[in-house]
């Protein structure tokens, strides 16, 4: 085995008596605190994401509302517990108990109007 071979195997396993040292260097030191902590950082980066994607569908599965504007019959989206105008009519809308509510102002009476038969109103 020639000088220069024995050059290039010691070259390929720098990197491995790298980490060996290092590794060695910590437990003998007293960081296994450090290399823990990293480790659950790591994790952390790696787990955050799935866990806010699947917290942020499961939010939206309880506080997106379809629904239809009571005034025009349009179908569309809004978010429970929030006050939005129909995009059709424009009316402002309350997003109440999974439904869509006319928004008043206090003291403003809100009527149902029946139409009523001509026929029956001569009888």
Known sequence: MSFKSFQLNLLNLRPWLTLLAVVWLLASVGL????????????????????AFFGFRW???????ADQCPVCGYQFTGLNNSQLQCPNCGESLLVQNSNFQRLTPE???????VEVPAQSLED
């Open 59 to 65: 939010w939206l599965q309880r506080n997106l509302i």
């Open 107 to 113: 003291g403003t009476i809100d009527v149902t109007a």
């Open 32 to 51: 296994g605190w450090l290399v823990n902590s990293l480790l659950i950082i790591f994790g952390l980066v790696l787990l955050a994401p799935i866990v």
